[in-house]
């Protein structure tokens, strides 16, 4: 079975401080595809990152980075001098390497004060 | 990334009424769509995968008589619930995906529809 889990379910920061969102997921696959989204107040999903299971390199895309640890089954997310438009509930997501089943995590929701 | 389009974005109707929900893939050709539900601050919850030409295939505990979909096209796919009730309020969101090469890709999402049932 696939399970992905997002332990926080909340998370306040203030302004410019930095933030790391968790993602553990469970699969009995040897490859897949690890997911971030983000989904603002308006609804729709944003896809930001896709990893598959073969890359363990971290990334790096502005102020974002994953770190994805194969060994712990985690691919955490960590947004750098947050800012308000990062409020949001962002959902990490698990996909077989060939398929169409995609699970998410329960999301976090995120909230950058001013 | 590429662009899936759904429309209406907020419906309210009445109760005993049907709605439809439209998924456009706007520029790819989508096999496979996804339908989800959301509800108010939770995850979402696969209804139903359709394949295009072939008859969806519902998750355990969607009813399949009440949530109609169709995928008759590469770039369309619509949900249609019938005889709406206010427990069918939620937030329904599809998602689209060429599987055509075997290897998954990211699923592009579309705005999503908030349904009131009143």
Same mark, same amino acid.
């Given at each position: ?31 897949? /595809? ?63 390497? /060939? ?12 909230? +950058?004060?001013? | !990334?590429?662009? +899936? ?27 496979? $769509?996804?339908? /989800? ?7 979402? $919850?696969? $209804? ?52 055509? !090469? ?17």
């Amino acid at each position: 079975a696939q399970k992905v889990t997002q332990a926080q379910t909340e998370i306040s920061v203030v302004e410019k401080e930095d933030v790391t969102l968790d993602c553990v997921y469970e699969t009995r696959d040897t490859t897949y /595809y690890l997911f971030w989204y983000k989904q603002p107040p308006s609804g729709e999903l944003v896809f930001l990152i896709r990893r598959n299971s073969f890359d363990e390199q971290n990334e790096i895309s502005g102020r974002y980075s994953w770190n994805f640890q194969k060994s712990t089954s985690s691919f955490n997310f960590t947004i750098t001098a947050s800012q308000v438009v990062d409020s949001a509930v962002y959902f990490c997501a698990l996909s077989p390497f /060939y398929g169409q089943n995609f699970v998410f995590g329960p999301g976090t929701r995120l909230s +950058v004060l001013p | !990334g590429a662009v +899936v389009s759904q429309h209406p974005s907020r419906v309210i109707c009445k109760s005993g009424t049907s709605v439809k929900i439209e998924c456009r893939s706007l520029d790819f050709q989508a096999t496979t $769509m996804f339908w /989800y539900r959301q509800f108010p601050k939770k995850s979402l $919850m696969l $209804m139903a995968t359709s394949n295009e030409g072939s008859k969806a295939t519902y998750e355990q505990g969607v009813e399949k008589d009440k949530f109609l979909i169709n995928h008759a096209s590469l770039t369309l796919s619509t949900l249609t619930v019938t005889s709406a009730h206010p427990e069918d309020s939620s937030f329904y969101i599809c998602s689209a995906r060429d599987l055509r !090469g075997g290897e998954n890709t990211e699923a592009f999402f579309g705005q999503g529809t908030r349904l009131t049932v009143v």
